[in-house]
């Protein structure tokens, strides 16, 4: 079983994976996300998100059939993954010392990792990775509102499309900027041959996947953190970063739950300007 935070990831993958083992999706390699499902009876590699395979602990609590749980993206910490490896732990050490756990991440402290599981194997990939250079619009930081986004981004977007070749990946907080943001870059990028793609949680699939499929024009994905680290769209050579993401956080005053706009870490800032240094030198 291999863990995706998300639904558009765990199908991304399950594609990619099924592509270079020259297989049918469904067949060796298949997927199981909330409502849509491609597994069978040969199926050996399960992609997954983080909520189905909590649902297949408390179904299963000694996920038979199971030899190994991958749990990528980890650095993208949740309630949810805390919860998955604590479970699993447990298992392994008490039912089910046969089952082997490997976490992933580009940007983890694995030494803590190895520590928590009492001295587990570090094995670190190398990737090659070209250079970004990063510039700061002077109006980044506070006094950035959602409001003036988007007219931000379309100044910021010619430059991009004439000083850079490949697709351009704007990160945008929600939905609502994605789509005022669309609507005021649509005269832009059709002056410039371009194709316009939305790509955000809530979408359907096919439409998520527009986002990977390529027509020979060059794309400007307008994105929510989705785009982060949970996939990457090769041949993107520009990152737009309106430094914002729309968080679930708690309100100190009510106790309850709500969605707000807040600055992102420096953490989240390297990994989205690391979205443009993929395949060549790159900006941001």
């Keep these: 079983v291999l863990v995706q935070p998300r639904r558009f990831a765990a199908r991304a993958i399950a594609g990619q994976i099924a592509r270079i083992r020259q297989c049918r999706l469904g067949d060796e390699v298949g997927y199981r996300v909330r409502f849509d499902s491609k597994v069978s009876q040969a199926t050996t590699l399960c992609v997954q998100t983080t909520g189905v395979l909590l ?44 089952l082997k756990i490997l976490v992933m991440s580009a940007t983890l402290d694995a030494d803590v990792v190895a520590s928590f599981f009492k001295g587990a194997t570090v094995i670190r990939a190398t990737d090659r990775s070209f250079p970004v250079d990063i510039t700061y619009s002077r109006h980044v930081g506070s006094q950035v509102s959602t409001r003036n986004l988007p007219d931000l981004l379309c100044t910021l977007l010619s430059a991009a499309l004439r ?102 870490s420096q953490a989240s800032a390297d990994q989205r300007a690391g979205r443009a240094g993929r395949t060549g030198p790159g900006r941001c």
Aim: proline share 3%; with cysteine; charged share 25%.
């Design 55 to 98: 649902r297949q602990c408390i179904t299963h609590p000694s996920l038979s059939g199971v030899g190994c749980v991958v749990l990528d993206e980890f650095h993208e910490r949740s309630l949810e993954m805390d919860l998955l490896i604590g479970l699993l732990k447990n298992l392994r050490e008490t039912i089910r010392p046969d």
């Design 163 to 264: 000083d850079t070749q490949g697709h351009i990946l704007v990160f945008l907080p929600g939905v609502r900027e994605i789509f005022a943001a669309a609507r005021k870059m649509e005269a832009i990028t059709k002056r410039g041959g371009c194709r316009l793609v939305k790509l955000f949680g809530d979408m359907p699939a096919e439409q998520q996947d527009e986002a990977l499929q390529e027509d020979g024009r060059r794309k400007v994905i307008l994105s929510t953190n989705i785009a982060e680290t949970s996939v990457t769209i090769s041949g993107v050579t520009a990152v737009l970063d309106s430094g914002l993401a729309r968080q679930l956080l708690v309100s100190a005053a009510t106790g309850l739950p709500q969605l707000q706009t807040v600055s992102i």
